[in-house]
Each structure stands twice: as structure tokens, then as C-alpha cells.
């Protein structure tokens, strides 16, 4: 029995590795255009030369799990077309390629492995004084900008964007501010609509920036796979999944993470995990032909790391939305910490994480 797994970020990796204890029959082939599991909700440390972001995936699958560096061009009937003309026939493919960003032009991209090197190369090249302005004001562009103010203090840092720190409760968002403040971030609350040659922002406002750096921070595009392989997908390209996270188009492709359309879902690495044991324990199923179990969604809380020494958890209750009480400081900052330690030890064991708390 072939079984695809299409991805090695959380969801992917986790699920070759759960399937492989769960179908040990089957051969489990990773497909993933880099050697590397990427944790992403490290890139802001990678971007700040805070800390490391990436692991060979050699170090991250288990025995028996085999690897291919390239890139899935489209999904057919029951195979899969990769960049380099190859094709890879499967019984059962999970379909885990994650999310990606649409920046704008001029601006940076942190969300991606690439784009958080070029910031770090960028970054680095800065003297004291220059400017940086971080796009988007949800979890992704708060820990960049904090991340950046914590390890450079004589820069100036800007975060640009609406919504600040929505998921958090009132109280919290404003300890999230604070804790910005303390680092010498200023938060405006506004977009981002040009970023000329010069470097100068331009805003909705009608305001304009002079920056030496732009990175953009908005986390919600998907690679257009599914799409162009003729799957059903939602307005915004994820694929269409069933109760039990199988195509709606074709019940051999199991979908999990940021490209899978599930109602209640975001997109982040707490969704991913349980996903990819869920999508794991799917293939598993069909494979030895038990009744499937539907899929539900359950999450616990929201991180947000501001710096080394600082943070928030916010606690939710299980559709997500913000419980009254949150966890601030340096007792926060650990958490977060062990969070992230624990998401990279699921995937690397399959352990199926139920409502992880993770950041992005």
C-alpha cells in the first residue's frame, strides 16, 4: 500500500510518522521540497539570529519513511507529478502543503523559510538607527517585531496593521501593546498600500514611513495545488474536506493543515497536529478497511511570545474565542517556549496534539 505525504511542516510530518506506527505494512513516501522540517513558529528568532528553525527531516521521520526533495506540480488520478517531470503513483495520499504569503512588492516575506533568511541577511546588514517596519499586526508580525526590538535595541521598529491581536481577549490585547511599548515598538493601527524604491511606506491613512526594511507579516494565501489539480476548493484555494478530512473530490486524499477548508479552523500549528493525527488515522482506517471517525475541532489557547523574556497566553475555549483570564511575563515567555519544544516533539513522534497552543 503506497501512501504520499505532500508536505513536512507539522501536519505532514506528524502524519508520516503516526501512520507508520499505525499502518506499519504501508510504504510512506515524504515529498517536501527542502531536507529540512521547518518550524515555523520559530522564523521570527531565525529572522533575529535569536535561535534555529529548521532540523533535517532524516533527524525527523522515523525508520522506513522515505523522502523526496522536490515539489508536487499537480495531483492526479492517483499520482502525483512532481517539478522535475517525476511521477509517484499512490493509494492514499495526505495532502499537508501548508499556507504561504502574497507580500507586497517592495516588502519582505517572514513566513517562509526563503523569505525569513532574506530578512535575516537583511537585518543583519542594518546599522543602529535604521528603520524596520513589520506589515500585519496578528501573532506572526507581533513576535517579529518584538523578536527584532529584543535583539536589536537600536533600531527603530514599527508594526503596521488592522486587527491587532484579535484573537485576545481586550485586557490581553493590551498587555500584548504594553509589552511592545517596553520594547520600543510602535504599533499603528493602519495598512500598508505601496512600498516605493526608497524604501518609503505609504498607508492607507494617507501617512508615509521612511524604513530601511520592510517585512511583510500577513499569513493567509495557500499554494494553488489543490486548485489547479482540479479539486474542490473553497474562495480561498483550500481544498474541500468531508467530516473525516478526505477530499470531497476524491476520498483517497486525506487534507490537513493550513490547505485544508475546515469549518471553525485556523490557520496555525495547533490546527495542524491534531489534524495530521486525525488525517493519519484516516489513511490508517481505510487501509484496514475500520469505520472512519469525523473530525472535530479543539483548541486550547493562543501564545504569543514578545522577545526572549516576555509574553501572553491567552486560554480559549474550545471554538477558539478568548477566555477572561490570560498568563503575561516571563512565566508566559517559558510556556510559549516549552509549546513550541512540545509541537516539534509531536511531529517528530506522532503523537497526536489535541488543541496545541501554538502561535502562527
Known amino acids: 500500500m503506497k501512501v504520499i505525504v505532500a508536505g513536512a511542516g507539522y501536519a505532514g510530518t506528524l502524519a508520516a510518522n503516526r501512520l507508520a506506527k499505525k499502518a506499519p505494512g504501508a510504504e510512506i513516501t515524504v515529498v517536501n521540497p527542502r531536507p529540512e522540517f521547518v518550524e515555523r513558529v520559530r522564523l521570527h528568532q531565525r529572522i533575529a539570529g535569536t535561535g534555529r528553525a529548521a532540523t533535517p527531516l532524516a533527524e525527523m521521520l522515523r525508520a522506513g519513511i522515505r523522502t523526496r526533495q522536490a515539489a508536487v506540480e499537480k495531483i492526479g488520478d492517483g499520482c502525483v507529478m512532481l517539478d522535475g517531470g517525476e511521477t509517484l503513483d499512490f493509494n492514499y495520499l495526505v495532502l499537508a ?28 546588514a542594518l546599522p543602529a538607527g535604521a528603520a524596520v517596519t513589520v506589515v500585519g499586526a496578528g501573532p506572526t508580525g507581533i513576535e517579529t517585531a518584538a523578536e527584532i526590538a529584543h535583539a536589536r535595541p537600536g533600531l527603530t521598529v514599527r508594526l503596521v496593521g488592522r486587527d491587532f491581536a484579535a484573537s485576545l481577549s481586550a485586557k490581553a490585547r493590551a498587555r500584548v501593546r504594553t509589552g511592545l511599548e517596553r520594547l520600543n515598538v510602535t504599533v499603528l493601527d493602519d495598512t500598508v498600500t505601496e512600498v516605493r524604491d526608497d524604501g518609503e511606506v505609504l498607508l492607507g491613512s ?42 470531497t473530490g476524491d476520498p483517497r486524499i486525506v487534507v490537513a493543515g493550513d490547505c485544508a477548508a475546515v469549518p471553525g479552523s485556523r490557520m496555525s500549528c495547533q490546527t495542524a497536529e491534531p489534524q495530521g493525527a486525525h488525517a493519519a488515522d484516516t489513511v490508517a482506517r481505510m487501509i484496514q478497511g475500520r469505520p472512519l471517525k469525523p473530525y472535530s475541532v479543539d483548541y486550547v489557547a ?42 516539534r516533539f509531536s511531529a517528530r513522534t506522532g503523537i497526536g496534539a489535541t488543541g496545541l497552543p501554538g502561535s502562527k
Open 97 to 124: 502543503v501548508g499556507s504561504t504569503l502574497a507580500p507586497l512588492p517592495g516588502t519582505v516575506p517572514v513566513g517562509t523559510w526563503e523569505g525569513a533568511g532574506q530578512a535575516r541577511a537583511a537585518l543583519a
Open 206 to 247: 494617507g501617512g508615509r514611513l521612511a524604513s530601511d526594511l520592510a517585512l511583510w507579516a500577513v499569513i493567509g494565501a495557500v499554494p494553488d495545488l489543490a486548485a489547479r489539480s482540479g479539486l474542490e476548493v473553497d474562495e480561498r484555494g483550500r481544498a474541500l474536506v468531508d467530516e473525516y478530512l478526505r477530499s
Open 302 to 343: 493562543t501564545c504569543i511570545s514578545l522577545g526572549r523574556r516576555d509574553g501572553v497566553i491567552q486560554p480559549s475555549h474550545r471554538d477558539d474565542s478568548p477566555r477572561r483570564r490570560f498568563l503575561a511575563g516571563r512565566a508566559a515567555a517559558m510556556t510559549k517556549e516549552g509549546v513550541v519544544r512540545g509541537a
